[in-house]
């Protein structure tokens, strides 16, 4: 059994219909990036695959798991459980399946992005917000920006992220504010 039909297994188990349905979804969205970009795209659909491995576990799951891992989270992941899985993910699929750190990293940064994202990371990160599944008011202004370039998209998903929190008063990372300057200072170099 290679890796790929073994985390398609992991997944199967671990998910909900609706989460595994997803992860095909952004399986399928990463390859396309990939092709489109210049990414391989077997690396691209396998980090789609994996990036929601641990989504649904409890937070006394997640808690566990920090401790038994050694993984201590900063005050504001502490206070954002929606960012546990993608910390929680990139080390189990380390330990459990030897990926490279490029996956590793993508899953990790998922989420909340980073300032020097990679091409795979930036893939993985537009991709979940644009796989078929997804049905949000602006989704298909998001797929038109990801053919136009994807830090045309990221500056989108970043923003929409970033207004979300900040309307419900919750903190935001720093690794998203990070990403977002970094986006805007690029494109505004592009004009």
């Not at 039909?5 to 399986?27: N, P, Q």
């Not at 929601?52 to 891992?69: A, I, N, P, R, T």
């Not at 202004?141 to 370039?149: N, P, Q």
């Amino acid at each position: 059994m290679n890796k790929n039909d073994a985390l398609l297994k992991d997944i199967r188990e671990r998910l909900s219909d609706f989460r595994y349905i997803h992860s095909l979804g952004v399986a399928e969205s990463a390859g396309y990036l990939a092709e489109k970009y210049g990414y391989d795209k077997e690396t691209a659909i396998t980090a789609g695959l994996a990036h929601d491995v641990l989504k649904e576990l409890s937070k006394e799951e997640y808690l566990k798991f920090f401790e038994e891992e050694n993984i201590i989270l900063s005050d504001v992941e502490k206070s954002a459980p929606k960012l546990w899985h993608a910390v929680a993910g990139a080390k189990y699929l380390e330990k459990e399946y030897g990926f490279s750190d490029e996956i590793i990293t993508a899953v990790r940064y998922h989420t909340t992005g980073r300032a020097n994202m990679g091409l795979l990371e930036k893939i993985l990160f537009i991709a979940d917000f644009i796989s078929a599944d997804r049905n949000y008011n602006g989704v298909e202004d998001m797929r038109k920006r990801a053919e136009v370039s994807l830090e045309y998209a990221m500056e989108e998903g970043l923003r929409f992220t970033i207004e979300d929190l900040a309307r419900e008063c919750r903190p935001i990372h720093p690794d998203t504010i990070a990403c977002y300057n970094e986006i805007i200072v690029y494109l505004s170099q592009k004009k």
